[in-house]
């Protein structure tokens, strides 16, 4: 058998190469830490729902709790965005996830609040639902109909979109503003016709009783984007804070695409729901990393708050804009404010 020999010089520097290497692993991993210890606020008030997958592994997994040991975290659920963007606006919450209809409403009521972050469209998680043996077979069918939906919500723009592909007018059909839960019950005894829904109540729904789909959001062209937003003062004092947030939920985004099972595990010991109820929904749903608002999404979410608008559904016209986050101008008026 041969021996390999290696003479002392090259032994020096293969041994001097490894602990170089050994030391550049734990600086970067120091480093690492050191860029984690984000000095967060006292507390951190975080309102979100079920279909917050970045956020629900987070609070499951108790990473922000880590990553800012000096702040109380509180994590507060609700049924719907507009409900949590109530919340936000009288200082309730400090950060919450909507989607895109709930802030149109906010900013048209008054509300001080900033849109901080936004995920990719999730064009496939809502859907218009009539039960299996419904006579509805086509959206024209709506008119007249009676329809639950939850107001001021994702599915509130959604049916929007189904009646204006239709060919009808807002008039022509019955909105039932209802809260899912509520939503479902009425659905289910057949006091409303159709149900307008988003996830995960669409897949319960979908898995229970087998309701037939009449349109999807990517049938109606409805982007149904996801927007992280903020109370005007918390960004203001804190944007490093926002910073590290979306780091942490960019990488829960991560664990929700390449470690599935995991992530499936998480939401449902949270949420309460089957498996298999939360292994749909988030078949659904894309990558969501998150990331401020692209001009492309600012015009999509000028075209809901113009359709709203139109509707009279609002009560003055919005400038989505206006309440856009640009940490680059706000760091340039605060440098320009000092003495």
């Given at each position: ?124 998680s ?50 039932v ?14 006091s ?44 203001l ?22 470690a599935?099972?995991d ?9 309460g729901l ?42 003055k ?23």
């Amino acid at each position: 058998m041969t021996r390999l020999t290696v003479n002392p010089e090259r032994r020096r520097a293969l041994q001097l190469l490894g602990v170089t290497a050994f030391s550049w692993a734990l600086a970067s991993r120091y480093a690492h830490a050191q860029s984690a210890a984000v000095q967060g606020p006292e507390q951190l008030r975080i309102g979100y729902q079920k279909s917050a997958v970045n956020l629900v592994i987070l609070k499951q997994q108790g990473v922000l709790e880590k990553r800012f040991p000096g702040t109380r975290i509180s994590w507060l659920e609700f049924p719907a965005g507009p409900q949590l963007l109530e919340a936000l606006s009288v200082g309730s919450l400090e950060f919450g996830l909507t989607g895109d209809s709930p802030p149109v409403f906010a900013q048209a009521a008054g509300k001080d609040l900033l849109y901080v972050g936004a995920e990719p469209p999730k064009p496939d998680s809502s859907a218009l639902l009539v039960l299996k043996d419904s006579p509805l077979r086509t959206l024209a069918d709506l008119k007249g109909r009676r329809i639950a939906v939850q107001k001021g919500s994702s599915a509130h723009y959604l049916l929007v979109k189904a009646v204006e592909r239709a060919g009808l007018q807002w008039a022509d059909i019955q909105p039932v503003y209802l809260a899912p839960a509520d939503a479902r019950a009425a659905f289910e005894r057949k006091s409303v016709d159709a149900w307008a829904i988003w996830d995960p109540f669409y897949a319960a729904t979908e898995l229970a009783i087998q309701p037939r789909v009449l349109a999807t959001g990517r049938d109606l062209a409805s982007s149904n984007n996801s927007f992280y937003l903020a109370a005007r003062p918390f960004v203001l004092a804190h944007p490093q804070v926002l910073r590290a947030l979306f780091e942490e939920l960019s990488r829960a985004d991560r664990l929700a695409q390449e470690a599935r099972k995991d992530a499936i595990k998480l939401i449902a010991d949270f949420s309460g729901l089957d498996a298999g109820v939360v292994s749909l929904f988030i078949q659904r749903r894309p990558s969501s990393p998150v990331g401020l608002l692209s001009p492309a999404t600012v015009a999509d979410q000028q075209r809901v708050a113009d359709a709203f608008l139109k509707l009279g559904l609002i009560p003055k016209p919005v400038n989505v804009a206006d309440i856009v986050w640009r940490p680059a101008a706000a760091q340039l008026a605060a440098a320009s404010a000092r003495p």
